[in-house]
């Protein structure tokens, strides 16, 4: 049972266009919502959270959106840069228990 | 936000042997996750892991077979056991953090491993 989805394995945006990452769930009990950006040999760094009282939340180049009616939520990333190709996942927590996450999709930006 | 030193970075171990994972977090922190990546897979929760009490396992995850020391506030190990080809993967901490304004979890730089 896949509860957070990123239905979009993969992403190519040419440099200083809008990245849109989305991201679906299906528990209704979440009530944090997380970006994540990873690359191969690393640890994943995290990038940008919302709360399930807020709609939106900005922070630089990346602002996350939440609609909790349609349960989906995503992340906009502008200006794209060549050093934000990365797999990018979404996850979501109930109560700070535990993380879960999405599958990821892999965001290639190009000159 | 927290700074986490996970070691090693890499390893090839051979069928049947064991390997143990440390992480050493630059401040005190409640519980400490582990979490596998398979091949291509998404993160997966190992266990949660608190000071002074048993380890919380995930479905599909069993202590003989992940066992885990919580023996302070700032370190942890996961050891893999008796490791088959299968449980190669990237195994990672991670601590609750906050970064700025943002709350959120910090991760260890992971460590690979490949069984052969």
């Known amino acids: 049972d896949q509860q957070v989805k990123q239905n979009s394995p993969s992403l190519s945006v040419q440099e200083g266009r809008i990245s849109i990452l989305n991201c679906d769930y299906t528990?209704?009990?979440?009530?944090?919502f997380l970006w994540y950006k990873k690359y191969p040999a690393e640890g994943p760094t995290f990038l940008i959270s919302i709360s399930s009282i807020k709609d939106k939340n900005e922070d630089g180049r990346f602002t996350v959106f939440l609609n909790k009616s349609a349960k989906h939520l995503s992340l906009h990333i502008v200006p794209s840069q060549p050093g934000d190709s990365a797999v990018y996942f979404c996850?979501?927590?109930?109560?700070?228990?535990?993380?879960?996450f999405g599958t990821g999709t892999r965001l290639q930006v190009f000159p | 936000s927290a700074v986490i030193s996970q070691k090693p970075s890499r390893d090839i171990c051979q069928r049947g042997t064991s390997l143990t994972i440390q992480c050493q977090v630059d401040s005190q922190v409640t519980m400490m996750f582990w979490y596998r990546q398979q091949p291509g897979q998404s993160l997966t929760l190992i266990a949660t892991?608190?000071?002074?009490?048993?380890?919380?396992?995930e479905s599909g995850f069993v202590i003989d077979k992940f066992p885990i020391s919580r023996p302070n506030l700032t370190f942890s190990t996961l050891t893999v056991s008796n490791m088959s080809p299968e449980d190669s993967s990237i195994y990672l901490c991670s601590v609750e953090d906050w970064d700025r304004s943002n709350y959120g979890y910090t991760f260890g730089s992971g460590t690979r491993l490949t069984v052969v």
């Open positions: 892991a608190n000071q002074g009490s048993e380890a919380t396992y």
């Open positions: 996850a979501a927590t109930i109560n700070t228990d535990k993380l879960i």
């Open positions: 528990n209704s009990m979440f009530d944090y």
